[in-house]
């Protein structure tokens, strides 16, 4: 998102003061406008000289957390060039904007706060436990310090108690808002300007931060569920008066309150939780591309989830979906194909202890007295076809675990899904699973791994990398388009279906799971006009502009009642003209003249 800086970008500021943030670009008949003869450099220089400029300073930074400090510096003084430099190394920079990178800015957020940007710049909101009375002064505020007419259209709200698999943060989960709000611009063209992070500054359990004489968050316990439920819902009330069209994402709250508030608000405002219904539909988007490649049919798969937190869950309710949808499995049956391992073994019925409410559906009935107690158990009890890791337990997949599990797969490949973030939390590697079932692994990880080529060979192997930025951005700028009242299962249910469909030829013929990287704003364009299509189909489109170009130029698979991730290209093409992209030279950003 853009910094907000007081009229430093409004619509009636002087072009002058427009120009501020082009630096070395400002052409000499500016300069003198502004007074800068003899103040700055003489060179003046294209966008691309700048873009090299800031590209060697970035690789000569020693560490990943010294790129993500000065990325954020950057994108808080020259937002042009931040995203220019973004989307040309994307794949190079996502990792330190975001995962796994991130991880770490988080857990040292207070400690580099004020190197992230400057004294002036407003980068969010920060909405303290005994200040949500005033949430209607706080809001006023910012409206206050950003520019004219840049009221937000998307938020993504944190209180920082289940950041990433690093668990309770406090306020510094502040760093997990701002990097997915950059990734909703360059994947999909949201316009930064109209971005908003927040975090709840709810108190942390963790005593790391409550003993951290720099820690900037309150320090405070957490609240009560009581006092938490009303304090969050006179901040939602607050946000959707202020903005009413705005698009909520809920992201990385503990799993009991993740579940409840996405019950809660999604039949009464916009929003969306990427931890539950991203997680599940990014992954839901790779299982389909791995069941076309397994060598067995979808009926056969036995899936064994390795952590039952809130994302696991969230990942198999949408994998029993399809199996009902797509393949017309009975739910029954296709719940059956579902078991799942937490810190206690595989959960059942009569385990002897209480199940979180989100356990309950998957809980098996048909175990009789069989009690695994840990995953090497379970592996012999299930027999699985396919691993999908939400544990966050760093290296539980083991050498024993892979070849164990590809050895009850000689017909056909097993399929390996380590989710868990940031790396260091990876129940195994892309090489480890490549080289513990002999390369013959359908594979998919919540974080980047390297290439692998294969010893002996010149084939190397691209890892599938199951990360949410597929999903979350298109369906961010498909509501901000089409304006549904609400997001249902079956408008995430076709991002999915869309998601699989964008794979080329190429990377279908090379066993690959997720479209590369480097043509995500393509595919969010893709998806996130099959995501209007949809939200037409349902009758939940509120903007009449897209509800008549979709009645006009329906999919070609318009009355199926399944959705399919279909659009048409004239959706598509008004889709793609509408995603926000920096701007190629200093004369689209102010006048020649002054």
């Not at 705005?246 to 503990?254: M, S, T, V």
Request: with cysteine; net charge negative.
């Amino acid at each position: 998102m853009a910094p907000a800086i007081k009229n430093a970008e409004s619509s009636s500021t002087s072009p002058a003061k427009k120009s501020l943030s082009m630096g070395t670009a400002l052409p000499y008949e500016t300069r003198t406008a502004m007074h800068l003869k003899g103040l700055v450099p003489s060179a003046v220089e294209d966008f691309s000289a700048q873009e090299a400029r800031a590209y060697e300073q970035l690789k000569n930074k020693g560490t990943d957390l010294e790129k993500y400090i000065f990325l954020s510096w950057l994108r808080n003084t020259n937002l042009n060039l931040f995203y220019r430099m973004v989307l040309k190394h994307l794949k190079e920079i996502a990792p330190i904007i975001y995962t796994p990178t991130v991880g770490q800015a988080c857990q040292e957020f207070s400690h580099i706060y004020p190197f992230l940007a400057p004294p002036t710049a407003v980068d969010g909101l920060y909405i303290p436990l005994n200040e949500v009375d005033s949430i209607d002064e706080i809001i006023a505020n910012y409206k206050a310090s950003v520019p004219e007419g840049s009221c937000p259209e998307t938020t993504v709200i944190t209180d920082g108690s289940r950041i990433l698999g690093l668990g309770d943060l406090g306020m510094n989960g502040m760093g997990i808002p701002v990097g997915k709000l950059q990734l909703y611009v360059a994947a999909a063209g949201l316009d930064p300007s109209r971005c908003l992070p927040i975090v709840l500054d709810f108190g942390t359990d963790n005593p790391k931060y409550l003993e951290d004489p720099l820690y900037l968050g309150i320090r405070q316990k957490r609240p009560a569920d009581e006092e938490f439920y009303a304090a969050t819902e006179k901040v939602l009330n607050g946000l959707t008066r202020a903005f009413p069209e705005i698009f909520i994402q809920f992201e990385d709250f503990n799993t009991p309150h993740a579940f409840g508030l996405l019950d809660k608000w999604r039949e009464r405002i916009l929003c969306f939780n990427d931890d539950i219904q991203g997680t599940g539909s990014v992954i839901l988007a790779g299982f389909i591309s791995a069941i076309k490649l397994a060598g067995i049919p979808a009926a056969d798969q036995r899936i064994l989830f390795v952590g039952a937190g809130s994302a696991g869950v969230g990942v198999a309710q949408q994998l029993v979906d399809y199996l009902v949808l797509e393949h017309k499995i009975p739910e029954a049956k296709a719940k059956a194909m579902f078991w799942f391992v937490d810190s206690r073994g595989i959960i059942t019925a009569n385990r002897g202890d209480t199940l979180a409410e989100h356990k309950v559906y998957f809980a098996r009935h048909d175990n009789g007295d069989v009690q695994c107690k840990n995953l090497e158990e379970a592996i012999e009890y299930v027999k699985p076809t396919a691993m999908i890791g939400l544990s966050t337990i760093y290296k539980a997949f083991n050498e024993k675990i892979l070849r164990r599990v590809n050895e009850l797969n000689t017909e056909a490949r097993p399929i390996i899904f380590p989710l868990s973030n940031p790396k260091t939390k990876a129940e195994c590697t892309f090489e480890e699973a490549m080289r513990f079932t002999d390369n013959r692994v359908l594979f998919a990880s919540g974080t980047a791994f390297p290439e692998y080529t294969i010893p002996g060979t010149t084939d190397t192997r691209v890892p599938g990398q199951g990360n949410n930025m597929y999903v979350f951005p298109p369906i961010g700028l498909g509501a901000k388009l089409a304006k549904p009242s609400k997001i249902t299962d079956s408008m995430i249910f076709a991002v999915s279906k869309a998601l699989s469909n964008t794979l080329s030829a190429d990377e279908i013929a090379r066993g690959e799971l997720y479209p590369r990287i480097e043509r995500i704003r393509e595919t969010s364009a893709q998806v996130a006009a099959a995501f209007v299509h949809q939200a037409v189909r349902e009758g939940l489109a509120q903007d009449q502009r897209w509800v008549d170009l979709v009645h006009a130029n329906p999919a070609s698979s318009a009355a199926s009642d399944i959705p399919d991730g279909t659009y048409s290209q004239a959706v598509l093409d008004e889709v793609t003209k509408s995603m926000w992209a920096p701007a190629d030279s200093v004369h689209q950003v102010i006048p020649t003249k002054l």
